[in-house]
């Protein structure tokens, strides 16, 4: 790689070097910047050609140089000989002027080492494409060595020669003297230009209508440079010493044979004896066999056989030889009518550029990127034309690769691309570039499309005519995808809108809402639905093809599978706006019909989103709720065994900090469950459960007692207002300062004994009550026992065991063996009442239908067992628990109750006796 990067920095450095060299010291430099070799040409190919830009105008040149170094082996005399007819031929070529001849664009200048003058930009000479490449750099370049000439531009390029030769006999009355491949040179754009001028001979009477020339007789001591190319040379130059223009179609016809016989000439002289050579000449000339000319297309067969006659009147004249048919090519005349273009008025022009759309497939690209273009792109000047002309420019530009567009096209489409007078022309332009919108947006570069290209399709969607608004946008979808996001976000897509909203033309409106459907893939969802959708709503009109435009953008992107409209947008502004438009007055029933069709899909898609998402935030809650029962219950298990109330409330919360006794405090967090979001109602539900199951947890476990009652024949008399007294504080005390149970319903279900049995049918929904009037009755004897503290839902369970203790247990029973005397209680309540039996006062505490079962108050203090009581049956789920919720309990019907006989008189027979605060205090207590 290092001798490739060697090489190549010595060949530049050696290039470098010649040019500087070549012209180092030449007035030439002071104006032009000299270039790297690119061809040869001139008499013996002895001028190097350069390309090259003039300093002040950066206009590309090219720079033609003579090292007189070449001629260093000649005696002086020799060498001024060469040097004086090469300053001839330059300066005869500076003074002639035709677009047949090589353009001069500075004179020659001669320095020490060398010659130069400047002329317009060159491709090379003609005999560097036919193959030789004598004085060219090494190695030759790429372009010259794989050249090859088409048959437009062979048959055009001996078409301006001779167009140039008839320029020289007619115009100015002179021979060239010398015409050979080596003075015929290819500009830039491929044109055929005449040079080398050194051995041209000017008419003697030029005012007479026939010429006469002289020529000068054959020196062949002079050096090869003093004198023209033998082999192209007339033989009545060398054998008569006479020459006219007919001896230079002579060279014509030697020309057109090489040409088309790999640039060999029909004759090879002997340079040492140039007179027997031609001698020779003469006779194979005077007898050409057709062989000689099988390489020359037929049809130009005998005017070539014509031009290399004997006779120099045979020869056509250059004025006959541009009128013969083989120059009748299509190609060949559409050029040569592009060299003339400066001559036609505007209307000639554009009926030719009408017709040139035809032509030029049939051309080759390289004639047709190299010579009609330049000479397209230069009406651009001419704001009328320019409409005429830049069809064909574009549809060159489709043959173009990207690089020859960028650098050949695009530089003359950019001024175009701006203007806007005339408005007619304008219009037209404006309309050929929305057609090959693509064209120009697959080749131009991104920043020239900001620039240039998108500003001219903005201004169509601006434009008043309608013609040129609806091309825009029947043409916007098609070049959309490459049209970069931003641009068509913050740019396109609102003039896009508000042509539709402006505009009093319905195709215009109907195109915008078409172009907007196309283009929905190109954009992002939430765009379309911040900023399509919204805009549908504002569109006035109501027009048939209007509505079904709007339903085609929601459809289009209803169903899109990278757009879709969420449901909340359906259900909040697709829907309401669709329904509102599907009964216009204005649709017919197919398109009423595609309104439902739509309206029913997303009405479908929206209930079973909806309906989806519902089940899964169902299955979700449930399973939450499940796993929060879970991980509380595990908890509640794990802390049974603690006998802290503060490590209970921890583990509610998930923090169950267990200290180890170690020194160093550590401590291990418990498992915590899985967090799920919950709603705030389930939040506080779940609050007001764990702030329950706290308060149970604070109590004193009430631990059940089984008590046997054993038959005791001595009836015993007990004090039934100490009895009631502890009882009522008891129950004041548990319904005041608990509160409200968890699981118990509204009041709760207690087992308090205040009954043998249970009295379902009599108490309603006050609960189950159970063990009669025991004295020693408390929460602890009672049985009541709360609920464990990870049961939060349902129905709280409540274990009641019943309690029949031994009569001689109760206390306050100051005479155990005498009976009660009740009417010293009665006084206790007021006035008397009238005494009611037990089935009454049961009837009057709780109403029941049909017959009434015996009162389990009957057998209460009789000597059989007490009965044994479910506990699963002392817990009521309705009823409530405390003295003003039940009627039971009210101050009359006990003291009724109180006040009936007992089944066992002779257990009534102790007197109690109260003093009168004990009065007040019940009378206070029940009100």
């Not at 007619?170 to 021979?175: A, H, R, T």
């Not at 037929?298 to 005017?303: L, P, W």
């Not at 020869?315 to 036609?344: C, E, H, N, W």
């Not at 005479?815 to 006084?827: F, H, R």
Request: aromatic content about 6%.
């Amino acid at each position: 790689m290092e001798s490739m990067l060697n090489k190549l920095k010595s060949t530049v450095t050696k290039v470098t070097a010649d040019v500087t060299s070549a012209v180092m010291g030449n007035p030439v430099t002071r104006e032009f910047e000299v270039g790297r070799h690119i061809a040869s040409g001139g008499p013996g190919l002895s001028w190097r050609i350069y390309n090259g830009t003039k300093k002040s105008t950066k206009q590309e040149v090219a720079v033609f140089v003579f090292d007189k170094k070449i001629i260093d082996k000649y005696q002086k005399f020799d060498k001024d000989q060469i040097i004086d007819s090469l300053k001839k031929g330059v300066q005869q070529l500076t003074r002639l002027r035709h677009p047949r001849l090589l353009t001069v664009q500075h004179p020659l200048e001669e320095s020490r080492d060398c010659l130069a003058f400047c002329t317009e930009p060159v491709f090379a000479s003609l005999a560097n494409v036919l193959g030789q490449w004598d004085n060219l750099p090494s190695p030759v370049p790429t372009d010259i060595k794989e050249y090859k000439l088409y048959d437009v531009e062979t048959k055009y390029g001996l078409l301006q020669v001779s167009e140039g030769l008839s320029f020289l006999h007619s115009g100015v009355k002179m021979v060239h003297g010398n015409l050979t491949p080596e003075n015929i040179i290819l500009n830039k754009s491929g044109a055929w230009k005449i040079m080398g001028f050194d051995f041209s001979i000017s008419s003697g009477n030029p005012s007479e209508q026939e010429p006469k020339y002289t020529c000068k007789e054959w020196d062949p001591n002079l050096p090869p440079l003093c004198l023209p190319n033998p082999e192209y040379l007339a033989p009545e130059y060398i054998l008569s010493v006479s020459c006219d223009s007919a001896s230079d179609m002579y060279s014509l016809g030697v020309v057109m044979h090489a040409v088309f016989n790999e640039g060999k000439p029909i004759f090879q002289v002997n340079k040492q004896d140039i007179f027997k050579s031609f001698s020779r000449q003469l006779d194979q000339l005077s007898r050409l066999s057709p062989a000689a000319l099988t390489q020359i297309p037929e049809d130009v067969r005998d005017h070539v056989k014509m031009l290399l006659s004997v006779t120099p009147t045979v020869r056509p004249d250059a004025d006959q030889m541009t009128k013969i048919p083989f120059f009748d090519d299509m190609g060949a005349v559409t050029l040569q009518y592009f060299d003339s273009l400066f001559q036609r008025d505007n209307l000639q022009k554009s009926q030719f550029y009408k017709g040139l759309p035809k032509v030029l497939p049939k051309l080759p690209k390289r004639v047709v990127v190299f010579r009609i273009l330049p000479a397209l792109t230069s009406e651009f000047v001419n704001p009328d034309m320019v409409p005429f002309v830049l069809p064909n420019v574009l549809l060159i530009a489709e043959e173009c690769t990207k690089d020859e567009y960028q650098r050949l096209i695009l530089p003359e489409l950019i001024p175009v691309f701006k203007q806007q007078e005339p408005v007619q022309a304008s219009n037209m332009i404006l309309l050929i570039f929305l057609q090959k919108m693509d064209l120009l947006l697959t080749k131009t570069p991104a920043e020239d499309i900001k620039n240039s290209v998108l500003p001219m399709v903005y201004r169509a969607l601006e434009a008043p005519s309608i013609q040129i608004q609806e091309l825009c946008l029947n043409i916007i979808p098609t070049f959309a995808n490459l049209i970069d996001y931003p641009s068509m976000k913050n740019s396109l897509i609102p003039r896009v809108k508000t042509a539709c909203l402006q505009t009093s033309s319905l195709a215009v409106r109907v195109n915008s809402l078409v172009c907007l459907g196309k283009i929905l893939e190109y954009l992002d969802k939430w765009f379309v639905i911040d900023e399509i959708l919204p805009f549908l709503q504002q569109i006035p009109s109501r027009e048939p093809a209007v509505l079904m435009g709007i339903l085609g953008i929601y459809k289009c992107t209803f169903t899109h599978k990278k757009l879709g409209i969420p449901k909340e947008h359906l259900a909040g502004k697709s829907l309401p706006h669709l329904v509102s438009l599907s009964i216009d007055n204005n649709l017919n029933l197919n398109q009423f019909n595609s309104f439902m069709a739509v309206i029913r899909d997303m009405l479908s898609r929206m209930e079973a989103e909806h309906k989806t998402k519902l089940e899964q935030l169902h299955i979700m809650q449930e399973q939450q709720r499940s796993l929060n029962i879970s991980n509380q219950l595990n908890q509640s298990e794990e802390t049974k065994s603690t006998s802290s109330p503060g490590n209970e409330i921890d583990n509610i919360f998930g923090g169950n900090n267990e200290l180890n006794g170690k020194e160093n405090g550590s401590s291990s967090m418990a498992s915590q469950p899985s967090r799920v979001s919950l709603t705030m109602e389930e939040k506080q539900r779940l609050a007001r459960e764990q702030e329950q199951a706290a308060k149970l947890r604070s109590q004193q476990p009430l631990a059940p007692q089984t008590v046997k009652l054993t038959p005791n024949t001595t009836t015993q008399t007990k004090d039934l207002t100490s009895s009631l007294m502890t009882n009522m504080t008891s129950l004041s005390n548990l319904s005041l300062s608990s509160g409200p149970r968890p699981g118990l319903g509204q009041g709760g279900a207690v087992s308090a004994g205040f009954a043998s049995g249970p009295l379902m049918g009599s108490m309603g929904s006050m609960g189950t009550v159970s063990n009669g009037f025991n004295s020693g009755m408390n929460l602890a004897s009672a049985g009541i026992r709360p609920s464990g503290p990870g049961v939060y839902g349902g129905m709280a369970t409540t274990t009641s065991t019943p309690n029949f203790t031994s009569l001689t247990q109760n206390q306050g029973l100051s005479q155990p063996n005498k009976a009660s005397d009740m009417s010293t209680l009665d006084s206790l309540f007021g006035p008397q009442k009238p005494k009611v039996s037990l089935n009454q006062m049961v009837s009057k505490s709780a109403p029941v239908t049909g017959p009434v079962a015996p009162s389990p108050w009957v057998n209460q203090f009789g000597a059989q067992p007490a009965p044994q009581v479910n506990p699963m049956a002392m817990a009521g789920a309705s009823g409530g628990f405390g003295m003003q919720a039940n009627p039971f309990f009210s101050p009359q019907n006990f003291s009724q109750s109180i006040t009936t006989p007992m089944a066992t008189p002779a257990a009534n027979t102790g007197v109690l006796r109260q003093s009168a605060s004990v009065n007040n205090d019940l009378k206070d207590l029940f009100g």
